[in-house]
């Protein structure tokens, strides 16, 4: 499987600025997703980052609030917005071909005061 | 909506007493299931994925089984290093496209 690493791994933030992530895999891949992972709760997904396109959001999520990018088929970054402490969560990046089992990041571990 | 419901939320066993953990689901049709291990402060590792009723698949002392409505993670004979976070999560196949929904997750802690 591939091998996938992400930029910070974590941080603490102030409420308003933002943040941006980064994901790095070591071959390059066709499909990229984004997830979170707030306290107590399951890993929901935010978008498919595509390359060469625009970003496919899930319901709940918008692109104003958590822009992605996808400059090439080993690399995808992720924004959080304006950040509250409601922000506060793991971020994961994922890999998966052909739209099957999909490999995780180690994680972004987000604080927001 | 598709949703997985894990059970039981937290586990705590005994070094050799197997159990199993169990993951109900509703899909809009199921294009395969799968089950993660997660230790803390990391991310997700992928163990198994299922695609139909009947299937079984083993790794060590897991072994995870699948039905229609459901599917078990069984732990035999347990050490402490398999204490962590299991999570299983659907796929669905009819325009879920390639998200996965996932459940809360059993934490398990085995001990000595």
């Known amino acids: 499987s591939a091998v996938i690493s992400q930029k910070p791994s974590r941080d603490i933030c102030q409420r308003g600025t933002s943040l941006t992530i980064q994901c790095q895999v070591d071959?390059?891949?066709?499909?990229m997703f984004w997830y979170r992972q707030q306290p107590g709760q399951s890993l929901t997904l935010i978008a498919t980052?595509?390359?060469?396109?625009?970003?496919?959001?899930e319901s709940g999520f918008v692109i104003d609030k958590f822009p992605i990018s996808r400059p090439n088929l080993t690399f995808s970054t992720l924004t959080v917005s304006n950040m509250s402490p409601e922000d506060s969560s793991i971020y994961l990046c994922?890999?998966?071909?052909?739209?099957?089992?999909?490999?995780f990041g180690p994680g972004t571990r987000l604080l927001v005061l | 909506e598709d949703q997985v419901t894990q059970s039981p939320e937290a586990l705590r066993l005994q070094e050799g007493e197997s159990s199993s953990l169990n993951c109900s689901y509703t899909?809009?049709?199921?294009?395969?299931l799968f089950w993660y291990r997660q230790d803390p402060g990391k991310g997700p590792e992928f163990l198994f994925t299922?695609?139909?009723?009947?299937e079984e698949k083993e790794k060590e002392r897991l072994k995870a089984t699948l039905t229609k409505k459901e599917s078990f993670l069984h732990i035999t004979a347990p050490k402490p290093e398999d204490s962590a976070t299991y999570l299983c999560?659907?796929?669905?196949?009819w325009g879920g496209g390639n998200k996965l929904t996932f459940g809360t997750g059993t934490q398990l802690k085995v001990e000595l």
């Open positions: 994922s890999v998966g071909e052909g739209g099957e089992t999909q490999y």
């Open positions: 980052a595509n390359q060469g396109s625009e970003a496919t959001y």
């Open positions: 899909v809009s049709g199921l294009r395969g």
């Open positions: 999560a659907v796929q669905a196949g």
């Open positions: 071959s390059q891949v066709t499909m």
């Open positions: 299922l695609y139909s009723a009947g």
